[in-house]
C-alpha cells in the first residue's frame, strides 16, 4: 500500500565530530590509544619521515620529497625544504601554522627546527635531512 498525500519529514543530520585518537606508537611497539596535541605529533613524525611517492599504500599526497635535495645546493635546500614541510604539514586540517624555520649545518646534515601551531596547542619539531 503505497501513502497517498503530503508527508512532512524534518531530518537533521548529525554534526559530525572529528576525532583524533589514533593508536599510541613508541620505538618499540604499540600499545593503547592517544588524542589531542600527542596524536598530532605522531602524524607530524610520520608524515615526516615518509618519503613521498615511495610506498603504494600512501596517496601522491602523503609525505615529504626529501631524498631530490640531496646533493643540492645549501641555499635552495633551505628554502625548498621550508617549502615542502609546510605543504605537508598543512595538508592536516588540525594544523594552523608552520613557521619560525631556523637551520643548522654540521657537515653533510641540515638539521631543520620549525614551530607548529595546531587546534591543541603549539610545538616545536625538528628533522634532520642529509644535504
Same mark, same amino acid.
Given at each position: 500500500? $503505497?501513502?497517498? &498525500?503530503?508527508? /512532512?519529514? /524534518? ?7 572529528? #576525532?583524533?585518537?589514533? @593508536? ?7 600499545? !593503547?590509544? #592517544? /588524542? ?13 619521515? #615518509?618519503?613521498? @611517492?615511495? @610506498?603504494? $599504500?600512501?596517496?601522491?599526497? @602523503? &609525505? ?6 640531496? &646533493?643540492?645546493?645549501?641555499? +635552495? ?42 587546534? +591543541? !596547542? ?10
Amino acid at each position: 500500500m $503505497i501513502p497517498r &498525500g503530503k508527508i /512532512d519529514v /524534518d531530518i537533521k543530520a548529525a554534526e559530525e565530530v572529528k #576525532t583524533t585518537r589514533t @593508536y599510541k606508537m613508541s620505538q618499540t611497539n604499540v600499545q !593503547g590509544f #592517544t /588524542d589531542g596535541l600527542e596524536a598530532l605529533k605522531q602524524a607530524i613524525y610520520k608524515v615526516l619521515n #615518509t618519503e613521498k @611517492y615511495e @610506498y603504494p $599504500i600512501y596517496s601522491f599526497y @602523503y &609525505g615529504i620529497e626529501l631524498e631530490s635535495l640531496m &646533493g643540492r645546493d645549501r641555499n +635552495y635546500v633551505k628554502i625548498e625544504l621550508k617549502r615542502r614541510i609546510r605543504e605537508c604539514l598543512l595538508r592536516d586540517e588540525r594544523i594552523t601554522e608552520v613557521d619560525n624555520f631556523q637551520f643548522e649545518e654540521a657537515g653533510d646534515v641540515l638539521n631543520c627546527t620549525f614551530d607548529v601551531q595546531s587546534i +591543541y !596547542g603549539s610545538l616545536t619539531v625538528s628533522r634532520e635531512v642529509n644535504i
